[in-house]
């Protein structure tokens, strides 16, 4: 089925631990992003990419950092995790950029402890 | 700043209708985006509305006035799998999108 997958779907960190989020998506969409969401706010940007090779800053990038080597994947890297990082993380997708409809994965619940 | 509101939480009976609302205050307007969410799940595309007025697919409508920063979802008949978030979120003129917390919609029986 296509769609974006999102691995993994929970995982539990130690503070100052590296960790890689993974997602993929099968639909040939240009555009990738990563939101963070947490209780009582919106969906927040952490980066985007536009195309396969290029990456962007969203609105919460700091302690995040992001490649996108072929137009597939799309992984999230925390280098050193911190509490304030416990979250559940959105990879989503779309065929153009944010004006176009975007497809979520499933979601990867983080904690930090 | 840029702001969207929505409120928290709503309550409707099944097969009422419901009207949740949304107000923003954004740099520019290219459009507003409703999308569900079920509990534990991803968020998926609802409406998209660019230009003033209803747009109407099957039990869901969404209204949009620009002059007032206004916009709600409308959702006729409702059923309990209706039981979802419901969020706002509107571009602005970076084409960026500005997200509202959601709003909490409970249907009971």
């Known amino acids: 089925i296509a769609g974006i997958t999102q691995a993994p779907t929970s995982q539990i960190l130690a503070a100052g631990r590296r960790m890689t989020l993974r997602c993929t998506q099968d639909?040939?969409?240009?555009?990738m992003y990563w939101y963070r969401q947490d209780l009582g706010l919106g969906l927040r940007l952490i980066h985007y990419?536009?195309?396969?090779?290029?990456?962007g800053k969203g609105e919460v990038p700091d302690g995040y950092s992001v490649s996108r080597a072929n137009t597939d994947d799309f992984p999230l890297t925390l280098a050193s995790a911190v509490p304030s990082q416990t979250s559940v993380y959105f990879c989503?997708?779309?065929?153009?950029?944010?004006?176009?409809?975007?497809?979520f994965g499933q979601g990867t619940r983080l904690t930090v402890v | 700043g840029q702001n969207i509101d929505q409120p928290t939480e709503m309550t409707a009976t099944e097969g009422a209708i419901v009207q949740i609302n949304c107000t923003y205050q954004?740099?520019?307007?290219?459009?507003l985006f409703w999308y569900q969410q079920h509990a534990g799940e991803a968020p998926t595309f609802l409406s998209y509305?660019?230009l003033d007025g209803l747009e109407e697919k099957g039990r869901f409508s969404s209204f949009l006035s620009r002059s007032k920063g206004y916009s709600y979802l409308l959702l006729k008949e409702l059923q309990m799998k209706d039981s979802a978030s419901y969020l706002c979120?509107?571009?602005?003129?970076?084409?960026?999108?500005?997200w509202g917390a959601g709003t909490k919609l409970i249907i009971k029986p």
């Open positions: 989503a997708s779309s065929v153009g950029g944010q004006e176009s409809e975007a497809f």
């Open positions: 639909m040939r969409h240009n555009a």
């Open positions: 990419s536009n195309t396969a090779g290029t990456t």
């Open positions: 954004t740099s520019g307007f290219n459009g």
């Open positions: 509305n660019v």
């Open positions: 979120a509107v571009l602005d003129s970076n084409y960026q999108l500005i």
